[in-house]
């Protein structure tokens, strides 16, 4: 969000929408949230936390679209490329959650989240890492605004697209300011934090 501040800003506009400022979303706002619904999808495409997803080892002898892949096999799957190939995603590289909202404003169906994996070895646990993962957004962008730290100056200091290579992939560490939307905003988070303390 701190590189992509539209995208913040109308996430925002659509949460007051539809949840308001008096609470937290929640997952029962899933189905009406369809901006937030697209930036999580895109975030999972944009930069995908496993890039070569998990290999696993063929079974059996194999023919997979004229290809022989011999028993024991090391397959890995290239999410990356899968996630940035143009003739699904156009301009694979710019973040634009827009890709996955239909001109009737409803959510497509592009669901396949490939960091989960394929198949019957796909995530067991997807469904609550997926449900984590959403949470965590729509919250974070219901409570907080997220920008460009200054400098002594009072000027912007850039942020570095820099990633972390490897199994993982991460943004490494940059300077920002996450500040609460409101005074609201604060006290909902801190309600929030006081129930679970206790």
Known sequence: MLVNPDAQRKAQEEIDAVVGTNR????????????????YREIMRWRPVT?????????????????YIPKGSVVIPN?????HDESIYPQPDLFRPERFIKEDGQ????????TFGFGRRMCPGRHMAEATIWLTIVTVLSTFNI????DSDGNDIPVDDDYANGVISHKLPFPCSITPRSAAARDLILEANTAYDS
Do not use: F, Q
């Not at 070569?52 to 290809?67: E, N, R």
């Not at 999410?79 to 996630?83: C, E, L």
């Not at 920008?147 to 200054?150: E, L, Q, S, Y």
């Open 24 to 39: 937290l979303p929640d997952y029962n706002d899933r189905p009406a949230l369809t901006y937030i619904e697209a930036i």
């Open 51 to 67: 890039p070569l997803g998990v290999s696993h080892a063929t079974t059996d002898d194999d023919i997979y679209k004229g290809y």
């Open 79 to 83: 999410i990356w490329a899968m996630t």
């Open 107 to 114: 959510i497509n169906d592009d669901d396949l989240i490939l």
């Open 147 to 150: 920008t460009k730290a200054k």
